[in-house]
């Protein structure tokens, strides 16, 4: 798997208005794999995207999409005219505070049309930011990111168990599809508030 290049993501700063909690999980993954990260409200969809990458450990290579409320939200192509898109809201236009609720408030994220990364976000608590804390601010999470591109959840639990047997004929493909160590159980929330600081990454 490629190095990860850097791309440039929405900017950190003290939040102005109130302060989103949100918890990030993803669907149909047992161990849960999930996030729960504080962002500003006055920010945009495309800002929370950036911030989903960067809190999840995707790389932000492929397209996505929000599902809330009965309406989806992403980034319209103008070349394209498919009957589809029609109903597709620019995300760049729309504040957190217009479009989500809430505490209890849930919406969908998906990642990757291809492995159909679906994630579940839920609104746990919107409060005043915290003095000195920038934001959006990784505040709790378990388990590594699965790989990108490596088959959605079907895939990801062959490559698990591929990874558990090193005898396995698979084996040695995927270490080196992988280009290092790979541990599902690792979680660092240094990292991952070092990843926000940055700004998210995509492959080359």
């Known amino acids: 798997m490629p190095a990860p290049a850097k791309k440039p993501g929405a900017a950190r700063s003290r939040a102005k208005g109130q302060v989103l909690v949100l918890e990030v999980a993803l669907l149909d993954l047992k161990p849960r794999i999930w996030r729960r990260f504080a962002i500003a409200d006055g920010g945009t969809l495309a800002e929370l995207h ?62 990757d049309f291809g492995d159909n990364w679906e994630h579940e ?21 378990e388990r590594a990111c699965p790989p990108e591109d ?5 895939g990801y639990g062959q490559l698990l168990d591929i990874l558990k047997n090193p005898k396995h004929a698979e084996y040695k493909e995927r270490v ?6 790979y541990d599902p159980e690792r979680f660092d929330l240094a990292e991952v508030n070092e990843r ?4 998210p990454v995509e492959e080359e």
């Open 50 to 111: 950036y911030a989903l990458q960067a809190v999840m450990g995707w790389y932000d290579c492929h397209l996505h999409e929000f599902a809330i409320r009965g309406q989806r939200y992403g980034v319209p192509d103008p070349e394209m005219n498919f009957d589809e898109d029609e109903d597709l809201l620019d995300e760049a236009k729309f504040k957190l505070a217009r479009v989500l609720g809430g505490p209890k408030t849930s919406f969908r994220y998906l990642y």
């Open 121 to 141: 976000v839920k609104v746990v608590a919107v409060q005043a930011p915290e003095p000195g804390h920038e934001y959006p601010l990784c505040l709790a999470g």
């Open 150 to 154: 490596c088959g959605s959840t079907w």
């Open 176 to 181: 080196e599809w992988l280009d290092g160590p």
């Open 196 to 199: 926000l600081r940055q700004g």
